[in-house]
């Protein structure tokens, strides 16, 4: 059972959630996504991010186990995606799911070796509020990576376009 204090829920998880949203979008072929001169992708953006955060938040205080948690938030992302941004539920779907990839590699990767490194116990982590944001900084660092990386694989024009099965199987 993790929980989470509010700076950890502000520092580590809101941010995450947030580009979880944009990088889910952006593959999902939403490109508007980052066009913040229309409030209303600002509002889209912080509603999806914060109740993704709640859920997520919950989630970790309800199932012992990490891949349960996971399981569910498979399932619940994609809809809170969908319910405030009414896009495609089949590519909102997909983009969620692909936009976990680089979160989920980065965990596996960073945290196993911050923790090898530091020979620090992983509840010894989550019980400090700085570990928790230091440790969380190198995934996040991966998450940008990934949104700058799709954002120049394609010639993002800032305007709504679904993406075609060829475009698909490029991302993929």
């Given at each position: 059972?993790?929980?989470?204090?509010?700076?950890?829920?502000?520092?580590?998880?809101?941010?995450?959630?947030?580009?979880?949203?944009?990088?889910?979008?952006m593959i999902a072929g939403y490109k508007d996504i980052l066009n913040f001169k229309d409030k209303k992708n600002i509002w889209r953006?912080?509603?999806?991010?914060?109740?993704?955060?709640?859920?997520?938040?919950?989630?970790?205080?309800?199932?012992?186990?990490?891949?349960?948690?996971?399981?569910?938030?498979?399932?619940?992302?994609?809809?809170?995606?969908?319910?405030?941004?009414?896009?495609?539920?089949i590519s909102t779907i997909c983009g969620v799911l692909v936009a976990l990839v680089p979160l989920l590699l980065g965990e596996a990767?960073?945290?196993?070796?911050?923790?090898?490194?530091?020979?620090?116990?992983?509840?010894?982590?989550?019980?400090?509020?700085?570990?928790?944001?230091?440790?969380?900084?190198?995934?996040?660092?991966?998450?940008?990576?990934?949104?700058?990386?799709?954002?120049?694989?394609?010639?993002?024009?800032?305007?709504?376009?679904?993406?075609?099965?060829?475009?698909?199987?490029?991302?993929?």
């Amino acid at each position: 059972m993790d929980k989470m204090s509010v700076t950890s829920i502000l520092l580590v998880s809101l941010p995450e959630m947030i580009l979880i949203v944009i990088t889910a979008l952006m593959i999902a072929g939403y490109k508007d996504i980052l066009n913040f001169k229309d409030k209303k992708n600002i509002w889209r953006l912080f509603i999806a991010s914060s109740l993704m955060c709640l859920f997520s938040t919950i989630g970790r205080m309800l199932f012992n186990s990490i891949t349960t948690n996971l399981l569910v938030m498979m399932v619940l992302y994609p809809l809170i995606v969908y319910l405030v941004y009414r896009y495609n539920i089949i590519s909102t779907i997909c983009g969620v799911l692909v936009a976990l990839v680089p979160l989920l590699l980065g965990e596996a990767i960073f945290v196993s070796l911050l923790l090898k490194i530091t020979n620090m116990p992983i509840s010894q982590v989550y019980a400090s509020n700085l570990l928790r944001i230091a440790f969380s900084l190198p995934i996040r660092i991966c998450q940008l990576l990934a949104v700058i990386l799709i954002s120049r694989l394609k010639n993002y024009n800032l305007s709504m376009v679904k993406l075609n099965v060829d475009e698909w199987i490029q991302v993929v």
